[in-house]
């Protein structure tokens, strides 16, 4: 049973625009989410994270948000660039047990 | 450090066939994990190692697939016999917490025909 979803298989963006990637979650008991970043033949490499305490973190032109009531995250990228384009995956952990993945959201960001 | 080594990047084998996957950690990392990722399922755990040790192995998916780590520097993941719907990209990661961030390989892309 996928614990962690990410709704949109796909999403596309202007360059210089907002994207915005969307996941939620089902399990009440994670308390630590990632992003990881996926480019075609290479494998994910980790983009930024935020821990159940906290609500917002920002990393440059990435900001992930927590919504724990709602049991939803997402991903803003602001301004998006063309170097952006890859597939996003969601990840959370329960204290210390291992990730449980989302199925990933292609971002294509068009020039 | 050179991040996660794996090997082969790409393997094709007919059906029935004993296949194995490597991997080589970051040096200094504790945790292991084996990963597949198909269209279908996503990215699912399948087993990992704390200290060389098999943790949780309940992702794996039958009694022909077999994971062992004999050193901190080495693990494989061997699937015997194989079958077409083995067919998936495999990765390796090694982290130095559970559960937090994880440094992934390039991944094994095998093909079962």
């Known amino acids: 049973d996928q614990q962690v979803k990410q709704n949109s298989p796909s999403l596309s963006v202007q360059e210089g625009r907002i994207s915005i990637l969307n996941c939620d979650y089902t399990n009440s008991m994670f308390d630590y989410f990632l992003w990881y970043k996926k480019y075609p033949a290479e494998g994910p490499t980790f983009l930024i994270s935020?821990?159940?305490?906290?609500d917002k973190n920002e990393d440059g032109r990435f900001t992930v948000f927590l919504n724990k009531s709602a049991k939803h995250l997402s991903l803003h990228i602001v301004p998006s660039q063309p170097g952006d384009s890859a597939v996003y995956f969601c990840a959370a952990s329960n204290s210390g047990y291992a990730l449980n993945f989302g199925k990933g959201t292609s971002l294509l960001v068009t020039p | 450090d050179a991040g996660v080594i794996q090997s082969p990047r790409h393997e094709v084998t007919e059906m029935g066939q004993e296949v194995t996957l490597r991997c080589k950690p970051i040096?200094?990392?504790?945790?292991l994990f084996w990963y597949r990722q198909t269209m279908m399922r996503g990215l699912e755990l399948l087993i990992y190692f704390n200290n060389n040790v098999p943790i949780d192995d309940s992702g794996m998916p039958e009694d022909r697939f077999s994971a062992k780590m004999p050193n901190a520097s080495f693990s494989t993941l061997k699937i015997q016999p194989s079958e077409p719907r083995d067919s998936a990209v495999y990765f390796c990661a090694s982290s130095t917490q559970q559960g937090y961030e994880q440094y992934f390989g390039p991944g094994t892309r095998l093909t079962v025909t």
């Open positions: 040096s200094g990392h504790d945790y």
């Open positions: 935020i821990s159940s305490i906290k």
